[in-house]
């Protein structure tokens, strides 16, 4: 597709399960950021990827959280067993740099852990 | 005090009216500046970049002020399809981007 997907659109699980959340980049985008959005807040970041450079994985919040990118395209966001805390909008972005390039966002991935 | 900081609101405005933000940053090695737009419950989407020299998109002009640490956004003959909250973005070295939490404008009929 033209632009940035992520799937699933909803994901409703119970405290403690693990989920896997996926972001696919615009075909040649080097750049891909991981973004948290709770209702009404603004965007947290997670971890960004720029290429073949190691991950800065600053913005992680727990241990729970891992973030990988094979072969430079696709990402999976992984949390570990889940709390209630972690329901938010998850947020894929892409850009063909990084950094000074106007990012282009997936519409998210509404997670709730009950 | 954050490194972007936006008020927060909501600005409410008439349909017509023209209407202004800002968003202040604290780092004076900041290198280049954005304005999104997020509809409630979606994505946030480019409005448009900010250039030194101050740029004008159809209705919106957005400027830089470095000297002070600020950019702003600027809406004239505001429609009721500009209801949205307005992030503010300023990126420092390669690759941090810092975002703003958001301005919220409401346009009324």
């Known amino acids: 597709g033209a632009g940035v997907s992520q799937s699933p659109s909803n994901k409703v699980t119970e405290k403690g399960k693990d989920v896997e959340l996926r972001c696919d980049p615009i075909?040649?985008?080097?750049?891909l950021y991981w973004y948290r959005q709770s209702l009404g807040q603004g965007l947290e970041f997670l971890i960004y990827f720029q290429g073949n450079s190691a991950p800065d994985k600053s913005g992680l919040p727990s241990d729970r959280f891992s973030a990988e990118r094979t072969g430079g395209s696709v990402s999976t966001l992984t949390i570990q067993r889940t709390q209630q805390e972690d329901s938010a909008v998850y947020l894929c972005?892409?850009?063909?740099?990084?950094?000074?390039?106007?990012?282009?966002f997936g519409s998210g991935t509404q997670l709730s852990v009950l | 005090r954050k490194e972007v900081e936006q008020d927060p609101g909501p600005f409410n405005v008439p349909e017509g009216a023209t209407v202004a933000f800002n968003c202040t940053y604290s780092n004076s090695a900041s290198q280049s500046f954005f304005w999104y737009r997020q509809d409630c419950r979606k994505e946030p989407k480019l409005l448009m970049s900010?250039?030194?020299?101050?740029n004008e998109d159809g209705r919106f002009t957005a400027q830089l002020n470095r000297a002070s640490q600020y950019i702003s956004l600027l809406i004239r003959d505001s429609k009721l399809s500009d209801s949205a909250t307005y992030l503010c973005v300023v990126t420092s070295s390669n690759y941090q981007l810092i975002w703003g939490a958001g301005t919220k404008l409401i346009i009324k009929p």
């Open positions: 075909s040649g985008h080097t750049a």
């Open positions: 900010v250039y030194s020299s101050g």
């Open positions: 972005a892409s850009s063909s740099v990084g950094g000074n390039e106007k990012l282009f």
